[in-house]
Each structure stands twice: as structure tokens, then as C-alpha cells.
């Protein structure tokens, strides 16, 4: 009896520490959906088919309460004041829910669903900005940070002209958005309560926006500062005030450190992956000039733990640079990066309409985007990638052509992207058992004889074969 009493209460213990499982290394080595501006409740109603489609995270847009801008419309980018998905980026309190997503029950909601699923949740957070309309601001956050004056830091008025000046990069507004003062203990403590009531509301892991405009430990301190500790609390190394972050050592969490100046992600990938935004500029290129040099695609040009993509809602969002591609250039980029051995893909879902256009204004805020992450050929290579873990990876050319390019993964599998329009005929030299062979993604047959994969590759198309 005693020894059936501790079996119970083990599994009293472990179930209750349930909604702390540890998803980091599924994340990490799996994929994660960014389900740009859905709702919780689509979020939810969707989590079958993401699970289906081989995802093993999503990433919601930001949860926290924010400015209802442009009487609270709908648009993703609305004309006569009708809406715009990026009022979601401008807090105006540290609390779960806003208009645009849902109510804090629709994230405990959606959570429970996608555990049900194995599915990890990471939630989109941006600590070092405000809306510029500081009169939105809740009255309870401007009090509990000690008032308006210590909100911000102290060169917050100037706008940064310099981004290889650290000071100025960690301290100074941006975009027109408030530079808060994260360095600010009573800051840090009301901002610590929002993210691990998300953690006990079911999150697993946190997207930093804006992670560079935070200040490492070694970095200039603001006048205000005492010391650049926000990092290492809200990695869960040390607490604010006695409290420490909730199960950080198995939340997910990158930060967007975007390339470029003085960007120091080398150092911020000691407390946690960042993104390989140079790597997504060279594959874009290398996608629209229809160019897949094996040797230019096989540096990732990040130096350690990174988050990857073809593109990001700001590329698609802000600067339009990417929002041409068409949605096989966007699949042959995701084939490229999910097939490697290395970093963490991410899979922006664009809004439904047309290919290559942005914001061809079918779906609202709130809905579900185009259908393309529940493609055959999305699927199949999010599937490859779970059964490639710790396979070593080769990146070539196919005969003289840059626009066939070949991942293989040790002696278990290889992906191949024909970018060409054209058909080609395979003949390659592979360590897979000989037998016939057909891809994962588009059914196309191959046979293996004496280490040789032969077959006919149809023009834009991915062949995934294991």
C-alpha cells in the first residue's frame, strides 16, 4: 500500500506539472508556423491541421494589450481608418488579451488544444516599446513602474541615427515608438507577472521583437540604469524581487536581432538563438534570380544558435521587399532551410489572396491566412526534418546547373529542389539501400541502383525522398 501511495503521488506530481513539459528541444529541432495575426480562437480551430501538416510549434502574433487604433477595425492595412495589424505592436499594458486576438480564456483555450496535439505555443513580446500615445497607456502600469518619468529611458526623445552606437541602438526611440526603460526593477517585476502568467496560461516560449534595442550586460548603461540585467531575468538566471521566470530552463525563446552594424549577435547567442536575417536577404536573392549556388547557400552567415526564414512579417509587412516572391519560390526557400541540419525554421503565413501581392486584402485581423503551410510540399519536408535529427548535412549542385540544388542528410535521405522550368533527368550518386523510391512531397518514383538515384525531376517542383 505504502509503495502504491508514492506510484500515486508521483504521477499526482508529474501531472500536475504537466502544463510545464519541456518542448525546447522539439522546437529546436522542429518547426515553427507563424500564424501572422490569427486569432486564439482560429489558432485553436486550426491546431489539427497544423499538427498534420508536420509543424511542432506556432507562433502567435502579440498577445498583450494593446492600442486600439482606428476604432478598433479589422484591416490588416485599412484605408479610411479602418484597421492595421501593427496596433498589436504598440502596448499599452502588460496584461493578456486585446481586441485584435482574443480574451486571456481564448489563450488558455487555444493552449490546452495544442497541447492535446504536441504542439508548443511561443508568444510574440515586445518589452522595450510603447504606443507613441502614451495617454492609452494603462493608468496601473504607468503606477506600478513609478510614473510616466521612469517608464522610459533618459535619451528617449532622440530618435537613432547611428545603430553601430550602442547607447544609442539600446536606448533611444525607434520608429517613433517610446524606448522603454528596461533596466527599470519595477518595470521588470510587472513585466515578469505578464510573461509567467502566460507561461502558466500554457506558453512555451517567447519571440523577443526588438531584442537588439536591449541592452547586453556589457553594454553603455542609460543614465537611468543601475545595470543592463534584463537579460539574464528574463533568461531565468537571477530573479527581479525574489520572483524568477517560470520553467525557463525549457521555454523556447529567440530574440529578433536583425543583422547588420553593431548588431552583436554573437553575444546575445549566449542567452539565446537569434535570426539568421543576412542568411534570408542571400536566399531570397539567390530564389528570384532563380541562382541556388550550393557553395553561397551553405553559409548561414550567423555564428551560432539562430531562428531561420525564407522571410518575416516585417519583410512580407513593413518593407514589402519580399511580399513578390511567388508561393513555390517560398517553398523552395523553406525546403532549403527545414532540410538542413542547423537552426530553427520559421514559416510566416502570408494573408489569403494572390500570390505575390501584399495585403491582397482577403482575410481581417483575426483570420487564418492562405492555405500554403498545409502544402504537400511544406509538409513533407517539416516531416524529413523530425527524421533527420543529428544527420550530417551536404549541400550541392546537380551537374552544371544552379538551379537544382541537393540536400543530403547522411546516408538516410536527401531533398532536391528543381527551381528550373524546365524537366531534368537525375542520375546521382546516393548512400540510400537500392530499391524504388517514391518522394514525399509530389510522388515522384525514383530508383536506387549499385549508390545511384535515378529518375525524371519535373520543372518547380521538391522531391523529398527517404
Request: net charge neutral; aromatic share 12%.
Amino acid at each position: 500500500m505504502k509503495k502504491n501511495f508514492k506510484i500515486i503521488l508521483a504521477a499526482m506530481l508529474f501531472f500536475s506539472a504537466g502544463i510545464y513539459a519541456n518542448p525546447k528541444q522539439d522546437i529546436t529541432n522542429g518547426t515553427i508556423l507563424h500564424c501572422f495575426c490569427w486569432s486564439f480562437k482560429t489558432i485553436e480551430e486550426n491546431i489539427p491541421k497544423i499538427a498534420e501538416a508536420g509543424f511542432t510549434a506556432v507562433q502567435t502574433s502579440p498577445a498583450n494589450t494593446c492600442l486600439v487604433g482606428d476604432y478598433g477595425g479589422l484591416d490588416l492595412l485599412g484605408e479610411d481608418l479602418t484597421g492595421k495589424w501593427y496596433y498589436h505592436y504598440q502596448p499599452t499594458d502588460w496584461k493578456i488579451g486585446n481586441y485584435q486576438l482574443g480574451t486571456r480564456d481564448d489563450f488558455i483555450s487555444m493552449c490546452k488544444k495544442a497541447e492535446e496535439y504536441n504542439i508548443s505555443v511561443i508568444v510574440d513580446v515586445l518589452p522595450n516599446h510603447t504606443t507613441p500615445r502614451t495617454k492609452e497607456i494603462s493608468p496601473d502600469f504607468i503606477e506600478a513602474v513609478g510614473g510616466m518619468e521612469k517608464l522610459y529611458h533618459k535619451n528617449n526623445k532622440y530618435h537613432i541615427s547611428d545603430f553601430s552606437d550602442r547607447l544609442q541602438c539600446t536606448t533611444y526611440q525607434m520608429g517613433g515608438l517610446p524606448d522603454v526603460n528596461t533596466e527599470n526593477p519595477l518595470f521588470q517585476k510587472y513585466y515578469m507577472n505578464y510573461v509567467n502568467d502566460l507561461i502558466d496560461c500554457g506558453a512555451d516560449g517567447f519571440r523577443y521583437d526588438t531584442a537588439k534595442h536591449i541592452g547586453l550586460p556589457d553594454d553603455p548603461k542609460d543614465p537611468y540604469a543601475k545595470e543592463n540585467d534584463f537579460w539574464p531575468i528574463f533568461t531565468g538566471q537571477k530573479p527581479i524581487d525574489g520572483v524568477m521566470l517560470k520553467n525557463s530552463e525549457n521555454l523556447f525563446i529567440y530574440g529578433e536581432v536583425l543583422q547588420g552594424g553593431n548588431s552583436r549577435e554573437k553575444a546575445y547567442t549566449k542567452f539565446f538563438p537569434t535570426v539568421a536575417s543576412s542568411y534570408g536577404t542571400v536566399l531570397r536573392k539567390s530564389l528570384t534570380e532563380k541562382k541556388l549556388k550550393a557553395s553561397k547557400l551553405k553559409d548561414w552567415k550567423h555564428p551560432g544558435k539562430m531562428v531561420t526564414w525564407v522571410e518575416s512579417h516585417d519583410t512580407y509587412a513593413n518593407y514589402g521587399e519580399s511580399a513578390k516572391m511567388k508561393n513555390f519560390e517560398l517553398r523552395a526557400g523553406w525546403a532549403i532551410i527545414t532540410s538542413r541540419k542547423d537552426g530553427t525554421p520559421l514559416f510566416f503565413n502570408r494573408p489569403k489572396g494572390p500570390e505575390g501581392v501584399q495585403f491582397p486584402g482577403v482575410s481581417q485581423i483575426g483570420d487564418a491566412g492562405n492555405d500554403e503551410f498545409q502544402n504537400d510540399e511544406v509538409k513533407a519536408v517539416n516531416l524529413f526534418r523530425k527524421e533527420m535529427i543529428g544527420e550530417p548535412e551536404e549541400l550541392l549542385n546537380y551537374g552544371k546547373s544552379d538551379e537544382i540544388l541537393i540536400i543530403k542528410r547522411g546516408n538516410k535521405g536527401l531533398v532536391i529542389v528543381n527551381i528550373s522550368k524546365k524537366n531534368a533527368k537525375i542520375d546521382l550518386e546516393v548512400s540510400l539501400k537500392d530499391g524504388e523510391y517514391t518522394d514525399k512531397a509530389n510522388a515522384i518514383k525514383f530508383t536506387v541502383k549499385d549508390g545511384k538515384l535515378s529518375g525524371k525531376m519535373p520543372k518547380e517542383k521538391i522531391a523529398v525522398i527517404y
